[in-house]
């Protein structure tokens, strides 16, 4: 049976906004090469609670780009905005409220579907975090529960956002975000890739590059970490995990 062709076009931003610049302005370039000769993008606002004021300020960021956006909470029918699409745009904000949105809609298989065969994908933060295989790299707390963890699975590893190292100097006696990741790999085989602030991943079919002014660490299990540079593809270090099941792919 010949391969399937990989279509995937997506970018998955650590954060939306990096000290002294405003909103998406660090990866502006990246979205417009992203997009291509899109015409329109498709927002899914549910990481926020209001809605409305998130997608304006989305809106208006993609209008000085020259894109039209439209949220999928202001349409009547949602099935056919998803099946339209010309391109989605995930953004950040809770997890599990991100989730429990794409749940509650039925967005999940309609979103996979669509990007696994070829339509662009933005994710940033929590929107990044959705696109792998689960919820469980998140930071946020569950303010709401979501009926499963399974995410979108659109890649096989796991993102864990705005990475910090750990300040050796630091006399907070709390968990840090390695520890953390630690704790993951523990329970689960995924690779978690460490995005620090102000990075990307930019997919293209099988190939995953890092984007960005800084370096990524990769961790997985029962391995010592990676440091990785920008323009790196990551794709030798995120092979040989698990195949995902109906539930996550």
């Known amino acids: 049976m010949p391969a399937v062709e990989d279509r995937r076009q997506m970018l998955l931003v650590s954060n939306s906004t990096v000290h002294g610049s405003g909103y998406l302005d660090h990866v502006e370039n990246e979205i417009r090469n992203l997009l291509g000769h899109a015409h329109s993008v498709l927002f899914i606002p549910f990481a926020l609670q209001d809605r409305a004021a998130y997608t304006a300020k989305a809106r208006d960021r993609f209008r000085a780009m020259?894109?039209?956006?439209?949220?999928?909470?202001?349409?009547?029918?949602?099935?056919?905005?998803?099946?339209?699409?010309?391109?989605?745009?995930?953004?950040?904000?809770?997890t599990f409220r991100l989730l429990k949105g794409l749940y509650?809609?039925?967005?999940?298989?309609?979103?996979?579907?669509?990007?696994?065969?070829?339509?662009?994908?933005?994710?940033?933060?929590?929107?990044?975090?959705?696109?792998?295989?689960?919820?469980?790299?998140?930071?946020?707390?569950?303010?709401?529960?979501?009926?499963?963890?399974?995410?979108?699975?659109?890649?096989?590893?796991?993102?864990?956002?705005?990475?910090?190292?750990?300040?050796?100097?630091?006399?907070?006696?709390?968990?840090?975000?390695?520890?953390?990741?630690?704790?993951?790999?523990?329970?689960?085989?995924?690779?978690?890739?460490?995005?620090?602030?102000?990075?990307?991943?930019?997919?293209?079919?099988?190939?995953?590059?890092?984007?960005?002014?800084?370096?990524a660490r990769i961790f997985r299990r029962n391995q010592e970490p990676i440091e990785v540079p920008a323009n790196s593809d990551l794709r030798p270090l995120l092979e040989d995990i698990p195949v995902l099941t109906n539930e996550a792919a």
């Open 66 to 94: 020259g894109i039209p956006l439209t949220s999928v909470h202001d349409v009547s029918n949602v099935a056919r905005a998803v099946h339209e699409a010309e391109a989605f745009f995930i953004g950040g904000g809770n």
């Open 104 to 215: 509650d809609h039925g967005l999940l298989d309609p979103i996979r579907n669509r990007v696994n065969a070829g339509i662009p994908f933005i994710g940033s933060s929590a929107g990044s975090i959705v696109a792998c295989p689960s919820l469980k790299t998140t930071k946020d707390m569950p303010v709401v529960e979501p009926p499963a963890f399974e995410a979108l699975g659109l890649v096989k590893f796991q993102i864990s956002p705005h990475y910090l190292d750990p300040d050796p100097s630091s006399t907070h006696m709390g968990e840090t975000q390695e520890e953390r990741i630690w704790q993951f790999l523990e329970e689960n085989e995924f690779p978690v890739v460490g995005l620090r602030e102000g990075s990307s991943l930019r997919i293209q079919g099988p190939i995953v590059t890092l984007l960005g002014p800084n370096t």
